[in-house]
């Protein structure tokens, strides 16, 4: 089969269902759309309507689950089997459907958790590029765990492990219970190694991330992990500005709340508002919810703080009759715009890798609070190796105390050190525009993946011909 010649590219892009991974691979979607390359979202039957970019076309394809996804599903074991079977199935037909149209497939770009998409790609005789969601570091632990040279359960009973040459060790705390405790969350450990199955036959390998933020680990593991580095994808109007109107990302799960967030932000001097959000999947428990309202409460200092509504029976009920002219509590918002927002001097953040991006991209000074997975070793950087704020400590019992969240406030706020960290996140904010503007690391890589592609198209595919 293949492409047939003098054909604009067609690149269909398959993310996992999730907030976090729709995120950045529409993102690319739209930045390839942007340079003429015709680009298509296939996602769920559950979560197509809910995603609307200018100039990308979205297909629906089954998880098995089309009524209610994972939500349906109940567990990752089931619904990745599930999403196996039938999405390979449906994307089959889906690319069958495009291979006799006037826009055949070039590519296919999928979630790297979605390596059976890989299997499906070569079958129809198309290219394949894998996307990885998570950080150059993450990816490269799970494939030095995948080749071997990591055992797990890690060893820690010096408290400190060297993983990855050329970084600081880590510490217990700034890794995924995956590595530390494997029988913790044996399905998700699964599926994180999974995305190595057969990354060897891909055509291409995707990071997002970039080289100002990780270019010592990329250096140190290009053998293990030869990734191309086109992050950060965050829309265009906060970095570049190339994309006309790219304002949001184009797929949310989620209602934005519209205009309160931003008339309340108008209301309130510059740097003064602590942003909390610990993004779209975490629930914090009671204890910690609590420890937090009375945090952000006894810091003195305004807030708005994101509570999807199912936890907000969690907060204290004196908590909720709090003057709104200190705090705002939301069940959701525009997070790009409260981050860009001139009142906004701080991201308290579970530090997600989205999250993380987007604090970079926007030079927030962040106050971490880690709740499990990568999280903690995004965690670290933000700490440790950035500099651009400070990691909660969390108690013997793994919660972070009020009293404790009001010190990171006021260091990230009010401290001397405060300044410093605000000039390294203005600093990576502009490694982050520079990176992915015109002729920056990141758009150098995504123009040479769009030349090969024009390549596809009027020559047809040779394996020969790539240079991977």
């Not at 349906?72 to 495009?98: C, M, P, R, W, Y």
């Not at 880590?170 to 995956?178: T, V």
């Not at 404790?404 to 706020?413: A, F, I, Q, S």
Request: glycine letters at 8%.
């Amino acid at each position: 089969m293949g492409v047939k010649k003098n054909q604009v590219p067609h690149v269909v892009v398959v993310p996992y269902p999730a907030q976090g991974h729709i995120n950045p691979l529409l993102q690319f979607a739209k930045r390839l759309a942007s340079k003429g390359v015709k680009s298509t979202i296939a996602t769920t039957h559950y979560t197509v309507s809910s995603i609307s970019a200018h100039n990308v076309g979205v297909e629906a394809i089954s998880d098995g689950f089309d009524e209610g996804g994972y939500a349906q599903a109940k567990d990752v074991g089931l619904f990745l089997e599930s999403f196996k079977i039938h999405g390979s199935n449906t994307l089959s037909q889906l690319l069958q459907k495009f291979q006799n149209s006037s826009f055949p497939v070039t590519c296919v770009v999928y979630d790297a958790f979605f390596p059976w998409a890989l299997d499906v790609a070569k079958q129809h005789g198309i290219c394949a590029a894998s996307f990885f969601t998570n950080s150059a570091t993450i990816c490269t632990i799970f494939a030095r765990v995948h080749h071997g040279l990591l055992e797990l359960p890690l060893k820690m009973e010096d408290e400190e492990v060297s993983l990855i040459p050329g970084l600081p060790p880590f510490r217990p705390q700034d890794l995924s219970s995956f590595l530390r405790r494997p029988e913790s969350y044996p399905a998700y450990l699964a599926m994180k190694l999974s995305q190595f199955d057969n990354l060897d036959k891909a055509d291409w390998i995707f990071g997002n991330t970039c080289e100002a933020l990780e270019a010592q680990v990329v250096k140190n593991s290009a053998e293990l992990w030869p990734a191309k580095l086109i992050g950060p994808m965050v829309p265009s109007a906060y970095l570049d500005g190339r994309i006309k109107d790219d304002k949001g990302y184009g797929g949310s799960l989620w209602k934005p709340l519209g205009d309160e967030c931003s008339n309340w932000l108008k209301t309130k001097p510059s740097n003064s508002v602590v942003y909390v959000s610990f993004g779209s999947m975490a629930s914090l428990n009671t204890q910690q919810m609590e420890e937090t309202a009375w945090g952000l409460k006894q810091s003195g200092m305004n807030f708005i703080w994101v509570v999807k509504e199912k936890d907000q029976f969690h907060l204290p009920e004196v908590f909720m009759d709090l003057k709104r002219e200190q705090g705002l509590i939301v069940p959701w918002c525009n997070q790009l715009e409260v981050l860009a927002h001139e009142a906004t001097g701080c991201f308290v953040t579970h530090c997600g890798w989205n999250s993380t991006l987007e604090g970079l991209s926007l030079g927030v000074p962040m106050v971490g609070v880690p709740q499990w997975a990568d999280q903690l070793t995004n965690a670290k950087f933000v700490d440790e190796i950035w500099e651009v704020g400070v990691r909660a400590k969390e108690d013997s019992d793994g919660v972070v105390r009020k009293e404790e969240l009001v010190r990171c406030l006021k260091e990230v706020m009010e401290s001397k050190r405060s300044e410093y960290m605000k000039a390294n996140a203005k600093k990576f904010r502009e490694l982050c525009k520079e990176a992915i503007g015109e002729g920056g690391s990141s758009d150098k890589n995504i123009n040479a993946f769009i030349d090969q592609l024009m390549h596809l198209s009027t020559n047809g595919f040779n394996k020969v011909s790539l240079q991977v």
